[in-house]
């Protein structure tokens, strides 16, 4: 059964710092991965989508990285800004189009 | 107008009460799911549907049902509404494009049963 894990649960930055968040996933054999960002009381919104044949993906100031073989993949925002503070998650897609979600970061940029 | 929607966005029940919620999509997407999302965890797969006459059972699927009424409409049915299915809901759908299969998501619905 696929188990998915983001570190750290919550982190809280100033505006304009980079940052990394991690997912990783116990199962290798995956279709994609995606990643999510949720607002409070909101839906979820679709980031980045990577294939399992592709290491990254890149939408403005967002990067993720995969590493099928190692179990991980990263989200990078770079310069980060207040309006990026949401809940941001990951989830991994294996065979039958089904998604297995990690619990997600809580993210807060601060002024 | 958004591509995924859900009705009701709130909903509070008692224990007992048959509850229905729906979603319809205007993407044109074959694929539709339903998910829970409980505070503190990622969200879980409920059931999913990859044609109008196609029914899966998902991670959590008891005290569930589902209906697939035409390819743009999916319902989630709770029969007997107990507390512990307080949660938020979300409906889903993927369509296979330039071999990606991307889920897009609704609003939620936030559903307390008293």
């Known amino acids: 059964k696929q188990e998915v894990t983001q570190i750290p649960a919550a982190l809280s930055v100033p505006e304009g710092e980079n940052l990394v968040l991690n997912c990783s996933f116990t199962d290798s054999a995956i279709y994609n991965l995606q990643w999510f960002r949720q607002d409070p009381g909101k839906g979820l919104t679709s980031l980045l989508l990577?294939?399992?044949?592709?290491r990254e993906q890149t939408s403005g100031r967002l990067n993720a990285s995969l590493d099928k073989s190692s179990g991980r993949s990263t989200l990078y925002i770079a310069a980060s800004q207040p309006g990026d503070s949401a809940t941001y998650l990951c989830a991994v897609n294996n065979a039958g189009n089904m998604l297995t979600f990690g619990g997600g970061t809580r993210l807060m940029v601060k002024p | 107008d958004a591509d995924v929607t859900q009705t009701p966005r709130n909903r509070i029940t008692k224990t007992g009460k048959r509850i229905m919620l729906e979603c319809s999509q205007t993407k044109g997407h074959d694929r539709m799911y339903w998910y829970r999302q409980d505070p503190g965890l990622g969200l879980r797969l409920i059931y999913y549907?990859?044609?109008?006459?196609?029914?899966n059972k998902g991670e959590i699927s008891d005290g569930y049902s589902v209906s697939r009424q035409a390819q743009a409409k999916f319902s989630l049915s709770l029969e007997s509404a107990i507390p512990n299915q307080t949660a938020l809901y979300f409906c889903?759908?993927?369509?296979?494009?330039?071999?990606?299969?991307?889920?897009?998501f609704g609003p939620g619905t936030r559903l307390t049963v008293l």
């Open positions: 990577i294939q399992s044949s592709q």
């Open positions: 889903a759908t993927s369509g296979l494009r330039e071999g990606r299969n991307e889920q897009f």
């Open positions: 549907s990859f044609d109008v006459k196609d029914i």
